[in-house]
């Protein structure tokens, strides 16, 4: 089982910027790729970015790209998203996710663990 807490989330105005973190848990940080989603009040669950286990291969949705950097810190069992130029459409609920893969991926079905998401809203 893998535990994943995120934080860093919160109210900013647009063209703020935010970083998130989520905090890993209870196995090998350094063997599952890593992804952040987001939910936005009526809309289904989306793809923002994901990281592979050694951090050298990253992939961003289209809409996030450019604005949004992830990055991990293995020795400190930690994935971040750092959040720039931030929008109003960007308001969602964030979670980060855990799969065992050997690369990136963008679809939640390929991820094995979640985290309880921490909330992000911009405001215009």
């Known amino acids: 089982q893998v535990q994943l807490v995120e934080s860093g989330g919160g109210l900013v105005q647009a063209g703020g910027s935010l970083r998130l973190a989520c905090a890993a848990s209870?196995?090998?940080?350094?063997?599952?790729?890593m992804g952040w989603f987001r939910q936005a009040p009526g809309k289904e669950r989306e793809f923002v970015s994901s990281?592979?286990?050694?951090?050298?291969?990253?992939i961003y949705a289209d809409s996030v790209k450019g604005r949004f950097t992830i990055s991990r810190d293995n020795a400190k069992n930690t994935v971040y998203l750092q959040m720039n130029s931030l929008l109003p459409e960007d308001t969602a609920v964030y979670y980060c996710?855990?799969?065992?893969?050997?690369?990136?991926?963008?679809?939640?079905?390929?991820?094995?663990?979640w985290g309880q998401g921490t909330q992000v809203t911009v405001s215009s």
């Open positions: 996710a855990a799969t065992g893969g050997t690369h990136y991926y963008k679809l939640a079905n390929q991820y094995n663990y």
């Open positions: 209870g196995r090998t940080f350094s063997n599952y790729a």
């Open positions: 990281i592979n286990r050694s951090g050298g291969s990253t």
